[in-house]
T-cell receptor, first 113, second 114 residues
Framework: DGGITQSPKYLFRKEGQNVTLSCEQNLNHDAMYWYRQDPGQGLRLIYYSQIVNDFQKGDIAEGYSVSREKKESFPLTVTSAQKNPTAFYLC????????????FGSGTRLTVV | AQTVTQSQPEMSVQEAETVTLSCTYDTSESDYYLFWYKQPPSRQMILVIRQEAYKQQNATENRFSVNFQKAAKSFSLKISDSQLGDAAMYFCAYIAGANSKLTFGKGITLSVRP
């Protein structure tokens, strides 16, 4: 079945360490997105990519980095510069038919201690 | 910039009753789509319903329907015959064009009383 796979489901890291969250899709979607979800904040866009080897900053990109070397993969690195990294992270993708909305992965809960 | 506002953080409904979740948005675009997503305790985002701005007819999907008031920029979700499985967080979202990004409200937590 086609879908988006985010791994791991739970991730724990020590403060000051970089950590990479995985997002893989087999839907043949061109565009991929990373959102951060905090209680009472809704979903906020971190980075997005509409085509391989190209990506743009979203609303809260500081302290994060991404790459898009393959169509299927859009990993997110949470760097030590991110001041409050503990959150739930959601990856999404869409077809060229943007009006159908996005397909989401099941998310990664990152806890930094 | 487009904004989506969900002013009620929590709501509760009795099983089998009807509940309406409110959403307003702000945009200068004329062609856009609106969505309601459901996020159950599993945290998987599920598309519930979508509405095209150019369509006057309100969208319906089984027990879910919307009240789309374009002039008022209002997009509420009505859940009829509420079930225990409807308990979740619901997000209103907006997008306008291929270069636009899906913008979400802050969400509302719906609880269903047995």
């Amino acid at each position: 079945d086609g879908g988006i796979t985010q791994s791991p489901k739970y991730l724990f890291r020590k403060e000051g360490q970089n950590v990479t969250l995985s997002c893989e899709q087999n839907l043949n979607h061109d565009a991929m997105y990373w959102y951060r979800q905090d209680p009472g904040q809704g979903l906020r866009l971190i980075y997005y990519s509409q085509i391989v080897n190209d990506f743009q900053k979203g609303d809260i990109a500081e302290g994060y980095s991404v790459s898009r070397e393959k169509k299927e993969s859009f990993p997110l690195t949470v760097t030590s510069a991110q001041k409050n990294p503990t959150a739930f992270y959601l990856c999404a993708s869409r077809t060229g038919r943007w009006f159908y909305g996005y397909t989401f992965g099941s998310g990664t809960r990152l806890t930094v201690v | 910039a487009q904004t989506v506002t969900q002013s009620q953080p929590e709501m509760s409904v009795q099983e089998a009753e009807t509940v309406t979740l409110s959403c307003t948005y702000d945009t200068s675009e004329s062609d856009y789509y609106l969505f309601w997503y459901k996020q159950p305790p599993s945290r998987q985002m599920i598309l519930v319903i979508r509405q095209e701005a150019y369509k006057q007819q309100n969208a319906t999907e089984n027990r879910f329907s919307v009240n789309f008031q374009k002039a008022a920029k209002s997009f509420s979700l009505k859940i009829s015959d509420s079930q225990l499985g409807d308990a979740a967080m619901y997000f209103c979202a907006y997008i306008a064009g291929a270069n636009s990004k899906l913008t979400f409200g802050k969400g509302i937590t719906l609880s269903v009383r047995p």
